[in-house]
């Protein structure tokens, strides 16, 4: 089955994906989820925060693993796309759930 990377979105953490986590280990996914930089349980300090911070943070969970499907929610649509273009080598594919993914140039705010 799947590698699956689950990302939030802004003002998220981990835990908001505490209820499709179990579906998709129950369908046989290995799934993993983690806060983003400066949010849930990262210390992170505000004024550090980046996209890239952020992108950085899923491939560094990405490790050395086999490419994974990587689903973001929200903002986490604008992290995935970019930790797509940051380590291609380890994303099979991109999910976007609900998410914003604002044209090149454009801002989030």
Same mark, same amino acid.
């Not at 590698?3 to 979105?9: F, N, T």
């Not at 992170?44 to 693993?65: M, N």
């Not at 994303?91 to 140039?105: Q, S, T, W």
């Given at each position: 089955?799947?590698?699956?990377?689950?990302?939030?979105?802004?003002? $998220? !953490?981990?835990?908001?994906?505490?209820?499709?986590? #179990?579906?998709? !280990? /129950? /369908?046989?996914?290995?799934? @993993? &989820?983690?806060?983003?930089? $400066?949010?849930?349980?990262?210390? &992170? #300090?505000?004024?550090?925060? &980046?996209?890239?911070?952020?992108? @950085?943070?899923?491939?560094?969970?990405?490790?050395?693993?086999? #490419?994974?499907?990587?689903?973001?929610?929200?903002?986490? $649509?604008?992290?995935? &796309? @970019?930790?797509?273009?940051?380590?291609?080598?380890?994303?099979? !594919?991109?999910?976007?759930?609900?998410?914003?993914? #604002? /044209?090149? $140039?454009?801002?989030?705010?």
């Amino acid at each position: 089955m799947a590698r699956i990377v689950l990302v939030h979105g802004a003002f $998220g !953490r981990a835990s908001v994906w505490d209820r499709v986590v #179990p579906g998709l !280990r /129950a /369908a046989g996914h290995e799934v @993993q &989820t983690l806060d983003l930089p $400066g949010q849930g349980d990262d210390d &992170t #300090p505000v004024a550090e925060v &980046t996209l890239d911070r952020y992108a @950085q943070r899923v491939c560094q969970a990405l490790g050395d693993g086999p #490419p994974a499907v990587l689903v973001g929610h929200s903002m986490g $649509g604008m992290v995935i &796309t @970019q930790a797509a273009a940051d380590c291609p080598q380890n994303i099979d !594919r991109l999910v976007y759930v609900a998410a914003f993914l #604002p /044209a090149d $140039g454009e801002s989030l705010i």
